[in-house]
RNA sequence: CGGAGUAUAGCGCAGCCUGGUAGCGCACCUGCUUCGGGAGCAGGGGGUCGAGUGUUCGAAUCACUCUACUCCGACCA
């Protein structure tokens, strides 16, 4: 599927990422199709390509924000304990009868046959495969708990797919897996999910709150869905105003430790989809000038489920008395191809995208406004290997074209920082420096270009908050 | 799955009502001049008008069928 590619061997500095030298089809009219921000800009700034309804390529800066988006997702997971692997997308039809979920899932599920008229599916979770997987090889209750989780895709017929690719039929997501002993223990693996996933959304500078979320077809007994408020969410959500802005678990969180106060610390206050909403309760819980009614998008969502699926699959391991114990288990997803136009939604202005740091497709964008000029070129190549040694992410615009177009340009695909050459600060030794999120300009010598922007950037990538 | 709509160059659109040599803007190619907020001038290339059938001397245009896509509602990372 080649999403498995380090996000180093996208960025070789120098080669690549000069603007000239790029694939970066960004459009000037907005297709009409497009309704919701995320989607246009998406579609203006080349980030994705629509093949079909609910399908959509990845192109380069769209794949390169999906990767960054991916990566804190597996820091975040491995952080927490959870051990990744890749299972594949196309599953036999025999794994889902077993857990008799192959009649109960109805037209969302892809059904294929292969040569042989052998029945499979494209896999639209993998309960049943994961399962299948811990069951062949974990025996003891030595080697638990568990948690296992990969990133790939994902395929359901949704009925209608739109909003781009936020309700796409393929998409990728991460799905986590626990096995535990007990309810006790499952419930733990459960909140160092949550806590994790509380870290996931703040890297990235969205605001996600978990919310008491309906199990639907999954099942089980206890559930959270996590929610970036946005105007253009699909549901209506209703909570207490101090979720907003709480703190986020530091990074130095004991994930083996007791997490229980931090979960009932967020948990306590209210917030429910409108599936779930007893609007009699959230009114005498929440008084009146903290209650939030807004509207959300789902970025992820967690499951304990029990016994759902080890029960009938035979799932179990031999206990500390010989005797056999049917895990319990929970399974907790994330959507990536969902989030990047979650956090456009939450990040964009009249002009374009507005990245966070963490999760810009580049940190910033050299922009040579006279290209062709042996002053100013020769500035900006040495400058751009300046930047690059500094282990800055830096797109150069190297183009032949005029000002305008490179500022439109670079507003448009959101990066951060413009970092910009013209022979008229050249001649007094000077470089400008536009923070696109304020407008904010700043003359500097260029000498001291690098040291700056190094100085702005490196506080928001966010790597250890 | 119910309701509504759209389909003409890469993108955005006009032309259709009233049938008669397929157009505009942007993008693209060539040349010159430009170069601090999507540059100007000149020249040029690109279309079986979503598909099929029918009516007609003649169909982008009229009729019928199909397909794809979008939007609104019920379901989902």
């Known amino acids: 599927m080649g999403i498995n590619i380090s996000l180093e061997s996208t960025v070789i500095p120098g080669v690549y990422m000069r603007l000239s030298r790029y694939f970066l089809p960004v459009l000037r009219d907005v297709p009409k199709d497009a309704e919701i921000a995320s989607h246009r800009l998406m579609l203006r700034a080349g980030m994705v390509r629509q093949q079909a309804s609910g399908l959509y390529s990845w192109l380069p800066l769209g794949y390169k924000v999906l990767m960054k988006v991916q990566k804190i997702i597996e820091e975040e997971q491995n952080r927490s304990g959870a051990i990744q692997l890749l299972m594949p997308t196309i599953q036999s039809a025999d794994l889902w009868r077993e857990s008799g979920r192959y009649d109960a899932y109805g037209k969302e599920m892809l059904r294929i046959q292969d040569r042989h008229e052998r029945d499979f599916l494209f896999g639209p979770t993998n309960e049943e495969m994961i399962t299948d997987i811990f069951r062949s090889y974990v025996k003891s209750y030595k080697d638990l708990p568990l948690n296992l989780y990969h990133i790939q895709w994902k395929f359901r017929d949704e009925v209608r797919p739109r909003f781009g690719t936020m309700r796409s ?55 959270h869905e996590f929610i970036v ?85 035979k799932a179990t391991v031999t206990g500390p008395d010989g005797k056999e114990i049917t895990v319990h288990m929970g399974s907790y997803g994330i959507g990536p191809t969902r989030l990047v136009p979650a956090i456009i939604e939450a990040f964009h202005d009249d002009d374009g995208i507005v990245w966070p740091v963490s999760v810009a497709p580049f940190e910033a964008v050299l922009i040579n406004l006279k290209a062709g000029d042996d002053a100013c070129d020769t500035a900006c190549d040495a400058l751009y290997a300046e930047l690059n040694a500094a282990g800055l992410d830096i797109l150069y615009d190297d183009r032949d074209q005029g000002a305008g177009a490179k500022f439109t340009t670079a507003d448009l695909i959101g990066i951060p920082y413009q970092i910009i050459i013209g022979p008229r600060g050249l001649k007094a030794g000077e470089a400008e420096i536009k923070h696109r999120k304020t407008g904010e300009r700043e003359t500097l010598p260029i000498g001291e270009a690098v040291a700056r922007l190094k100085g702005l950037i490196e506080p928001q990538r966010k790597t250890d908050i």
Not at 185 to 199: H, I, N, P, Q, T
Not at 200 to 206: H, I, N, S, V
Not at 278 to 301: L, P, Q, T, W, Y
């Open 229 to 313: 408020l946005a105007d253009t969410g699909e549901s209506a959500v209703f909570c207490d105003k101090r979720l907003l802005g709480k703190p986020i678990p530091p990074q130095d969180t004991d994930f083996r430790g007791d997490l229980n106060p931090i979960f009932e610390d967020w948990t306590s206050h209210y917030a429910a989809t409108e599936d779930m909403v007893d609007m009699s309760e959230f009114e005498a819980s929440v008084s009146e000038e903290n209650r939030v009614s807004a509207r959300g998008i789902e970025v992820g969502h967690i499951f304990y489920f029990g016994t759902k699926y080890s029960e009938p699959m």
């Open 169 to 223: 039929r393929e998409f990728l997501m991460k799905d986590a897996y626990s096995f535990d002993l007990s309810k006790e223990e499952a419930v733990k693996a459960y909140e160092r999910m949550f806590v994790a996933y509380l870290r996931t959304y703040a890297r990235m500078g969205l605001t996600a709150i978990p919310m008491r979320a309906d199990t639907g077809p999954i099942g089980g007994d206890l559930s």
